[in-house]
């Protein structure tokens, strides 16, 4: 069955870069767009933006445009996203979420959720 | 950036009663482009209704949407204890993505 299985829980400093990966099992990453959503404690998801896993294209959120950046393995069937330059308001969960196609905005499968934690 | 408003906050109510949850946008939506997930504590958002009104893979009758323009419902037909969660609508009208604040239901 389709499952997205995420890396583990980070902990950060401010002004570091955390890279979270996002595994796929039961389907091919490259037929599908992986979307990026993540949730500050107590807040409403936020999108972060997408990749195509057929071409490698990306869109990012403008909130996010030049600090971010999606990235796929195709031979380990595994999408990525890096955050640069993180600060106290970058703590929340990440999550990537499988698009029923590549571009719908209908996300049918979820990791599991990364939490990231940025503190000195 | 289009921005969507939930009502109520919080819904309480008792097992076996309907739930109304309402999503307003701030510009009108295309039909297409609204859906709602479900939250359970702990646990990551499930796709319940996309494209306003079909239901996901797996998902009970009970749940159904509607609406059109920048005016969107979610109705629970019959509220099981199983439905305690936060509802979130989102849109993608304009391949950016955006999520209400979301509509807690509690079980009486």
């Known amino acids: 069955q389709v499952q997205l299985a995420q890396s583990g829980t980070e902990v950060k400093k401010p002004g570091a870069s955390v890279k979270v990966s996002c595994k796929a099992s039961?389907?091919?990453?490259?037929?599908?767009?992986t979307h990026w959503v993540r949730q500050a404690p107590g807040q409403r998801p936020e999108w972060m933006g997408w990749?195509?896993?057929?071409?490698?294209?990306?869109k990012y959120s403008e909130k996010f445009q030049g600090r971010v950046t999606f990235t796929s393995d195709t031979s380990a069937n595994t999408g990525y996203m890096e955050l640069s330059r993180l600060t106290s308001e970058d703590t929340a969960v990440y999550y990537c979420a499988r698009d029923v196609a590549f571009n719908t905005g209908w996300y049918d499968s979820w990791g599991q959720g990364t939490l990231v934690t940025v503190s000195s | 950036e289009i921005v969507l408003t939930q009502s109520p906050g919080t819904l309480s109510l008792s097992p076996g009663e309907r739930a109304t949850l309402s999503c307003r946008a701030s510009q009108s939506v295309s039909s297409n482009y609204l859906n709602w997930y479900q939250q359970r504590p702990g646990q990551a958002p499930r796709l319940l209704i996309y494209a306003t009104s079909s239901r996901a893979t797996g998902i009970p009758d009970r749940f159904s949407g509607s609406g059109s323009g920048t005016d969107f419902t979610l109705t629970i037909s019959r509220l099981e204890p199983e439905d305690v969660a936060v509802y979130y609508c989102q849109q993608y009208d304009t391949s950016v993505g955006t999520f209400g604040q979301g509509t807690k239901v509690e079980i009486k």
């Open positions: 990749i195509n896993g057929g071409n490698g294209k990306t």
């Open positions: 039961g389907y091919t990453l490259s037929s599908y767009g």
